[in-house]
């Protein structure tokens, strides 16, 4: 199997390229790390289309965003609680429960069109 017809691991590498660059923009603006590097996440990001063409050459392009949107949000939101130390309400926590739950459809939906 290809590892663009898997929507869960396509939309994870997508997510896994927005912790690195939306991490790093943090950093930039926290001012922990120098303003020149601003290029890296931008570079990135034109990466992100290259995996996101190749991915939409096996799945949907609506499942393919929905599914990479889920990840970054999850795994974004848990970089902003456990690096950065924010805060989030009990509301948004159990938003973030819909997240997963929406992620779990997903790959079902997935391996029960195969």
Do not use: R
Not at 70 to 91: A, Q, W
Not at 93 to 107: P, R, S, V
């Amino acid at each position: 199997m290809n590892i663009f017809e898997n929507v869960i691991i396509v939309g994870s590498i997508l997510a896994l390229n927005d912790v690195i660059s939306m991490g790093m923009t943090k950093e930039i603006v926290l001012g922990n790390v120098s303003s020149n590097l601003i290029y890296i996440p931008v570079i990135l990001y034109g990466i992100q289309m290259l995996i996101f063409y190749n991915g939409i050459k096996f799945v949907s392009m609506t499942t393919l965003n929905l599914t990479w949107n889920l990840c970054s949000n999850i795994v974004i939101t848990l970089l902003g609680l456990y690096y950065f130390k924010e805060n989030i309400s009990h509301l948004e926590i159990f938003g973030l429960l819909f997240g997963l739950f929406a992620l779990l459809l997903f790959g079902i939906a997935q391996y029960g069109n195969n």
